[in-house]
């Protein structure tokens, strides 16, 4: 049976991209991946869920009556996320993979650990979401790539292919920055109907929004990934023609 997407070997050694355009992109998403980890994580943790809903803060007035357990699944979510999108970067630094290769291996673990715990975490919130059937596909099926990409990485990295476990990487991170790139669609699409000369109101704007964001804030971070991979020469896919 033919398969829809194939993998390719397109070099055989790992490359080695420098330069001051990637620089600028890692520390893009370097300081990117900790804003959104001061600005929209660290707030649930300042006060109780139900202090903050009345303040108004992002979505703690969903989960400030949720069961306990939810509740603490949602918790477990943000320190999981948080410490998966603040440590990714620091693995891509090529410095510190080559100076420090056991300081590499311990980030790269912590990393996992907090992938796994954000990840069952958001299956077990997605469901609980207001926004309904939408992003209990688009965040469940996101859940399940985060984990099914570290899962490759991990194992791939077991077999010592390091080409394979840099190209699942970076999958796998693409999909953790979803919580950055998440946070830039969100805007935009609330005030698009303003941008179109639309009539403007709160609730359907942001039922609209959320109608896309589910899937928009993952699904073109995927295809970036894919490019990066082939132009690193790493084991790539591709759709045959
Ligand atoms: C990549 C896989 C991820 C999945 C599947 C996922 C899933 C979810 C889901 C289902 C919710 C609740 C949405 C709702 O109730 O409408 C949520 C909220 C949240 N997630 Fe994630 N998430 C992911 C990554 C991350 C990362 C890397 C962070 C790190 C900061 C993060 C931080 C948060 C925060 C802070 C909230 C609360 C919403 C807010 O205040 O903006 N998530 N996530």
């Known amino acids: 049976m033919t398969r829809l997407i194939e993998p390719v070997r397109t070099a055989p050694a790992v490359a080695r991209p420098g330069g001051i355009r990637s620089r600028i992109g890692w520390t893009f998403v370097l300081l990117t991946a900790l ?31 949720a069961a306990p357990f939810v509740q603490g699944a949602f918790y477990a979510h943000i320190v999981g996320g948080a410490v998966a999108l603040a ?18 291996r311990w980030v790269g673990r912590t990393y996992l650990v907090g992938v ?25 099926a996101l859940a399940v790539l985060w984990l099914v990409t570290a899962w490759r990485a991990y194992r791939a990295i077991r077999r010592h292919d390091v080409p394979s476990h840099q190209a699942w990487m970076i999958r796998n991170y693409a999909l953790t920055y979803s919580a950055v790139t998440l946070r830039i669609w969100l805007p935009l699409l609330l005030l698009a109907p303003l941008a179109l000369g639309q009539p403007w109101e709160m609730e359907t704007a942001f039922a609209d929004a959320y109608a896309a964001v589910p899937f928009l804030a993952w ?6 990934a894919e490019w990066l991979v082939r132009r690193r020469g790493l084991p790539s896919y591709r759709l045959p023609v």
């Open 87 to 104: 440590l990714g970067p620091l693995q891509f630094w090529r410095g510190l993979r080559d100076r420090a290769p056991r300081v590499h």
């Open 219 to 224: 699904l073109p971070n995927l295809v970036v």
């Open 35 to 65: 804003a959104i980890v001061a600005y929209a994580a660290t707030p649930y943790f300042t006060a109780t869920l139900t202090t903050l809903a009345g303040d108004g803060v992002g979505l703690a007035s969903t989960y400030a009556d």
């Open 116 to 140: 796994a715990v954000g990840a069952v975490a958001g299956l077990i919130i997605a469901p609980t979401s207001r926004a309904g059937y939408v992003a209990f596909f688009g965040f469940g």
